[in-house]
């Protein structure tokens, strides 16, 4: 939760949490970013070049990346704020700037949810949902609610609720399934990734031996996960990696002289 008071984006997740209850069997957990103990990122990429464990700053990501794991999906909600997330939710994300590079919420689904007085929303989802995304999480559904300063209308607050209740569903179901296939552009992301991490000496010895690790540099790697890619997205994916790996041996090779 990336408000720092209890107002629309709470009032909204609780809507949800009350639809989702209404289908099943449903667990909610709160995390208060506002109540979190998270110092603002100092850009210092420790975290990117020698791991996690090497951060400078001592405060409270790592119990919440454990919650997080510990969760089948997670509702990333915060209000719209000046065309942009919140401080509180942009400090978090911060934190997880290693995630970005090397990815692991892959068995999770995520709900993005914003809210806002009149601007901002498609700037804020799309925002999300590309960081999110990025993490790994397979993302079920976007909602924005615009809530005016001014009293709501009777028939906006209607529309809303009926946002959120489709939100709500879609979100509950998703909970319900395995995660569905890859996209091109979810193809392409790891392609592009798997040759950018792949080689000692071109990134971060972090980025490399996490890849390794995983399994993900083996040349028949076609995704993070072990499961069913189109072969169409692959063979275009394979090709996008030999061009690009090509372009950097170039760039070495010419820093090189």
Known sequence: MGSPRKGNT????????????????VEVEYLMLKDANLSQCRGCYMCIMEGKDHCPLKDESSVLEQKMH???GVIFATPVYVMNVSALMKTFID?????????????KKALILSTTGSLGLKRVLDYLKLVVGVWGFEISHCVGLVIPARQISKRNEQENNQKLEKAALVFYNSLMKKRLSPGLIDVLAFHFQKVSFGKPG???????AYWKEKGWLRPEAKYYVDMKVNPIYNAIGWIAEQIIERKMRKEMAELRK
Do not use: W
């Open 202 to 208: 071109y990134t971060a010895p972090a980025d490399y």
């Open 10 to 25: 709470y009032q909204a997740a609780k809507k949800i949490e009350k639809f989702m209850q209404s289908l099943g069997d």
């Open 70 to 72: 510990a969760s089948n």
């Open 95 to 107: 934190h997880f700037a290693y995630v970005c590079h090397r990815p692991r919420f892959f068995d």
